[in-house]
């Protein structure tokens, strides 16, 4: 993993100004997600090494996270399986979940994507922890505390998420008194309302902040109601909603469920009548098109019918569709037990399954493993030279493109889109770079000419030089349309 897109912007501004500069850029700047910042900073910070570490890291912390999470709910449940069954169902919604997508890359390995758009829903499934493990009176306190904070932050971290969280919670509370004996029905309420009250008040301050009123200014945000943005909105989400159901890959969730049903070992008569499992699947299917449409609607001003392909985007609403399948098929290996018939061979059948697409997966991240290594020696190589050119005195350099996986780098479409050159050149303390043209190895030759041309420039225009500085500086307003 080396830098690419936004984090050419980031961090030069995380080293040269620490936490309040990434903070003072998002807030009053770029589109005023304080929390984005703050993880923004955790990683940016040791530079390079912080990219090399991030997808490691951010892996392990949502694969703890969920399985933690898997682990409080089947005792919930009224449900008892062998050990390890938890971390096996788990493991399957984290790969379905980072490695499912279309594009790995920009999902999950990139940093400014991750921090936005996936961790903040895995966040939001923490957030229940405490809820299910509450059985005294400071337990359940506990709980909403914890939930209200998770929600506030959330609603400085993820626009979309919170969009979810809130579809969510409010689908809970309206399926609350059927789902839930009264003695623990008036705390799930209170638990619900909680995150949505720490989830509004946290998207009020993001709502209000100068970054977030800036980037709806640039983009429009008052056509987000039009007949014609709606309209596309819902072309774009049926779009996405086809290739979510068509992506074979995502029977792996619904084959995990349906094992973690077979291999249950508590009698039926502990668990919940089945009626609150279907209830829970059909409020399940309401709240992903509910919350996925109102997702597209947000993000078009800003991507456009790119909302089709920016598959980071769909990360928010996509964790609730793997856990929908793997409710789905907990009920289907319900009922057949409840059928009566034996187990041994949808058992098999589905171990089988499962360990098809763990297979699949690794074979589709073979090629990104390759470009990302190929990519990585090409950058390494590049940025010794370019830091190497820099502490002799350049100001003007070439820069060769390193595209991967469909991320922006700087002079693309054929040259014609700069972004992020200036913050390249901030990074390599640089007055600007260029297109390189040529292959690596007459750099040298490219850059004395570049030299020469300078040097030979008689006096030039002032509006044009105050033109050229405006594009260096250390928060430019372009970045945020990438973010």
Same mark, same amino acid.
């Given at each position: 993993?080396?830098?690419?897109?936004?984090?050419?912007?980031?961090?030069?501004?995380?080293?040269?100004?620490?936490?309040?500069?990434?903070?003072?850029?998002?807030?009053?700047?770029?589109?005023?997600?304080?929390?984005?910042?703050?993880?923004?900073?955790?990683?940016?910070?040791?530079?390079?090494?912080?990219?090399? @570490?991030?997808?490691?890291?951010?892996?392990?912390?949502?694969?703890?996270?969920?399985?933690?999470?898997?682990?409080?709910?089947?005792?919930?449940?009224?449900?008892?399986?062998? &050990?390890?069954?938890?971390?096996?169902?788990?493991?399957?919604?984290?790969?379905?979940?980072?490695?499912?997508?279309?594009?790995?890359?920009?999902?999950?390995?990139?940093?400014?994507?991750?921090?936005?758009?996936?961790?903040?829903?895995?966040?939001?499934?923490?957030?229940?922890?405490?809820?299910?493990?509450?059985?005294? &009176?400071?337990?359940?306190?506990?709980?909403?505390?914890?939930?209200?904070?998770?929600?506030?932050?959330?609603?400085?971290?993820?626009?979309?998420?919170?969009?979810?969280?809130?579809?969510?919670?409010?689908?809970?509370?309206?399926?609350?008194?059927?789902?839930?004996?009264?003695?623990? &029905?008036?705390?799930?309420?209170?638990?619900?309302?909680?995150?949505?009250?720490?989830?509004?008040?946290?998207?009020?301050?993001?709502?209000?902040?100068?970054?977030?009123?800036?980037?709806?200014?640039?983009?429009?945000?008052?056509?987000?109601?039009?007949?014609?943005?709606?309209?596309?909105?819902?072309?774009?989400?049926?779009?996405?909603?086809?290739?979510?159901?068509?992506? @074979?890959?995502?029977?792996?969730?619904?084959?995990?469920?349906?094992?973690?049903?077979?291999?249950?070992?508590?009698?039926?008569?502990?668990?919940?009548?089945?009626?609150?499992?279907?209830?829970?699947?059909?409020?399940?299917?309401?709240?992903?098109?509910?919350?996925?449409?109102?997702?597209?609607?947000?993000?078009?001003?800003?991507?456009?019918?790119?909302?089709?392909?920016?598959?980071?985007?769909?990360?928010?609403?996509?964790?609730?569709?793997?856990?929908?399948?793997?409710?789905?098929?907990?009920?289907?290996?319900?009922? @057949?037990?409840?059928?009566? &018939?034996?187990?041994?061979?949808?058992?098999?059948?589905?171990?089988?399954?499962?360990?098809?697409?763990?297979?699949?997966?690794?074979?589709?991240?073979?090629?990104?493993?390759?470009?990302?290594?190929?990519?990585?020696?090409? @950058?390494?190589?590049?940025?010794?030279?370019?830091?190497?050119?820099?502490?002799?005195?350049?100001?003007?350099?070439?820069?060769?493109?390193?595209?991967?996986?469909?991320?922006?780098?700087?002079?693309?479409?054929?040259?014609?889109?700069?972004?992020?050159?200036?913050?390249?050149?901030?990074?390599?303390?640089?007055?600007?770079?260029?297109?390189?043209?040529?292959?690596?190895?007459?750099?040298?030759?490219?850059?004395?000419?570049?030299?020469?041309?300078?040097?030979?420039?008689?006096?030039?225009?002032?509006?044009?030089?105050?033109?050229?500085?405006?594009?260096?500086?250390?928060?430019?307003?372009?970045?945020?349309?990438?973010?």
């Amino acid at each position: 993993m080396r830098p690419s897109g936004d984090d050419w912007c980031f961090l030069p501004v995380v080293r040269d100004g620490g936490l309040s500069a990434i903070v003072g850029k998002f807030y009053y700047l770029d589109n005023g997600r304080v929390m984005n910042a703050v993880l923004v900073w955790c990683y940016a910070r040791f530079g390079v090494a912080g990219q090399q @570490w991030f997808g490691l890291i951010s892996g392990a912390l949502m694969l703890g996270l969920l399985w933690a999470a898997v682990a409080g709910t089947l005792p919930r449940a009224g449900m008892t399986v062998p &050990r390890g069954v938890p971390l096996l169902l788990a493991s399957m919604v984290t790969a379905m979940f980072l490695f499912g997508s279309p594009n790995t890359y920009k999902t999950f390995y990139w940093p400014a994507a991750s921090v936005s758009h996936t961790l903040p829903p895995v966040f939001a499934c923490a957030a229940a922890l405490p809820l299910l493990r509450a059985t005294s &009176r400071r337990g359940r306190g506990f709980a909403l505390l914890t939930v209200f904070v998770a929600g506030f932050l959330l609603g400085t971290l993820s626009e979309e998420t919170c969009v979810v969280g809130v579809v969510v919670l409010s689908c809970l509370l309206l399926i609350s008194g059927r789902i839930f004996p009264q003695e623990r &029905r008036t705390f799930f309420r209170g638990w619900c309302a909680a995150g949505i009250t720490g989830i509004v008040i946290g998207s009020l301050i993001l709502l209000s902040s100068p970054g977030s009123r800036h980037r709806r200014e640039r983009h429009d945000a008052a056509s987000i109601l039009t007949p014609e943005s709606l309209l596309a909105s819902l072309r774009g989400f049926a779009h996405i909603a086809a290739i979510l159901l068509t992506t @074979w890959q995502y029977l792996g969730a619904f084959v995990a469920g349906l094992l973690l049903s077979l291999l249950t070992r508590e009698h039926e008569g502990r668990l919940p009548p089945m009626r609150c499992g279907t209830l829970l699947a059909r409020t399940g299917v309401c709240a992903l098109l509910v919350s996925g449409y109102l997702c597209t609607v947000i993000a078009y001003p800003v991507f456009g019918p790119s909302v089709m392909t920016s598959t980071r985007l769909w990360n928010d609403y996509l964790l609730l569709y793997i856990l929908l399948l793997v409710l789905l098929g907990t009920l289907l290996g319900r009922a @057949w037990r409840e059928s009566g &018939r034996p187990t041994g061979l949808p058992t098999a059948a589905a171990a089988s399954v499962y360990v098809f697409v763990c297979l699949a997966l690794a074979v589709s991240l073979v090629h990104l493993d390759a470009d990302m290594a190929v990519r990585a020696r090409k @950058w390494d190589h590049q940025d010794h030279w370019l830091r190497s050119q820099s502490a002799t005195g350049a100001k003007v350099l070439p820069y060769t493109r390193l595209p991967i996986s469909k991320m922006t780098e700087p002079f693309g479409d054929d040259g014609r889109k700069p972004w992020p050159a200036s913050c390249v050149a901030h990074y390599y303390h640089l007055e600007r770079v260029v297109l390189a043209t040529g292959p690596p190895e007459h750099r040298h030759l490219q850059t004395q000419s570049i030299t020469r041309r300078d040097r030979s420039t008689p006096a030039r225009d002032p509006s044009s030089s105050k033109a050229r500085r405006s594009l260096f500086p250390l928060a430019a307003a372009h970045t945020t349309a990438h973010q």
